[in-house]
């Protein structure tokens, strides 16, 4: 089988090697169908991932595939099923884990990171992580159930929604599915900010997000004030992974609101703990996902809640996987979800 394998940050290369064939009992073979590439693959590519620092590294923690075959004790999954599945593998032993925050397993290993992932046309998974999609939703869809989890999960751990506002930093597919689902969760407006792409905050429309503003051509708090008045916001969500963006949050978020980080820094950014102390302000992480947050994803996408088919705006075959690298670092922010075709129908 093929398999794209990143040798040294700059540098993919296609192999071949011989597909899977044993099988733990708990395990599935999938059939990998299209891989989504995200804005962590590319500070992997670019060797400016925080937390990988040895090469080479199979990719792709985005997938969707088809099961061909299943372990003698799986009980869920049949071959055939559309699914995807969760690249987390947790260790089950630790604080977390016991009490069920294995998100941030104190062993995690995430699959395309630190832990070898789908870049390859077979690749087994374990029954406990894999999710059956929908049978309405397409293969890159399905694809798309991983980005879109973790926007489920940020707007999760931040509490009622209901009747705030919020702001998300951040156009990216990461940033728009946050809008997204705090718009389902029923806050009272969302605004998506930009440094710098109307391309983005233009799918950002296409997908039903109402109010964006491009902080190149506008200053934070005139668009703060241009959406919510005098209400100001209470909830900032940060998916960009930039010094500005965590500047604006925390220092135009409501006294006592709270700010999530979400986005990957590639450099640590600095924060006015003295303000943030006397705002009484609660800013928290936000790490990946849980199966329920995987879940909720795949149905909402499947009750067409959520948008995913404006955000893919480009495709590659396997093949082409560096072209498809070399084509997001040319077009920056003129394009948005780049998907890896795999395998087709035939």
Request: hydrophobic share 40%; proline share 4%; charged share 20%.
């Amino acid at each position: 089988m093929r398999q794209a394998i990143l040798i040294r940050p700059g540098a993919i290369s296609i192999r071949e090697i011989p597909a899977p064939e044993k099988l733990r009992k708990n395990e599935l073979l999938l059939r990998i169908r299209n891989i989504g590439i995200c804005g962590s693959d590319i500070h992997v590519f670019h060797g400016k991932h925080p937390f990988v620092k040895n090469y080479p590294v199979i990719q792709g923690h985005e997938y969707s595939g088809e099961v061909i075959a299943i372990g003698e004790e799986v009980s869920t999954i049949t071959p055939g099923m559309k699914v995807t599945a969760r690249p987390q593998v947790v260790c089950g032993k630790c604080k977390p884990c016991g009490r069920g925050d294995y998100n941030i397993c104190e062993n995690l290993l995430v699959q395309g990171f630190v832990a070898n992932g789908s870049a390859q046309e077979y690749f087994i998974v374990t029954e406990d992580r894999v999710i059956v999609v929908p049978e309405n939703v397409s293969f890159e869809q399905a694809a798309m159930i991983e980005p879109a989890a973790v926007g489920a999960h940020a707007t999760r751990i931040a509490g009622n929604l209901a009747n705030k506002n919020v702001v998300v930093a951040g156009s990216g597919t990461i940033g728009n599915l946050i809008a997204q689902f705090a718009i389902v969760r029923g806050a009272r407006k969302v605004l998506l900010t930009t440094a710098k792409s109307d391309f983005r905050l233009g799918i950002a429309r296409n997908c039903g997000i109402e109010n964006t503003a491009n902080l190149s051509n506008e200053p934070f708090k005139e668009a703060v004030k241009r959406v919510f008045g005098e209400e100001g916001f209470q909830i900032g969500i940060e998916a960009a992974g930039a010094q500005g963006a965590v500047t604006d949050l925390i220092g135009g978020v409501e006294k006592g609101g709270t700010v999530i980080i979400v986005g990957v820094f590639e450099e640590n950014p600095v924060v006015n703990m003295g303000f943030l102390g006397e705002h009484e302000l609660r800013v928290f992480g936000s790490m990946m996902y849980k199966q329920e947050d995987y879940l909720e994803a795949a149905n909402f996408i499947s009750s067409c809640k959520i948008k995913t088919e404006p955000l893919i705006t480009s495709r590659f075959p396997f093949e082409k996987y560096l072209e498809a690298y070399h084509f997001i670092e040319q077009q920056n922010d003129k394009s948005l979800k780049v998907m890896i075709e795999v395998a087709t129908n035939e």
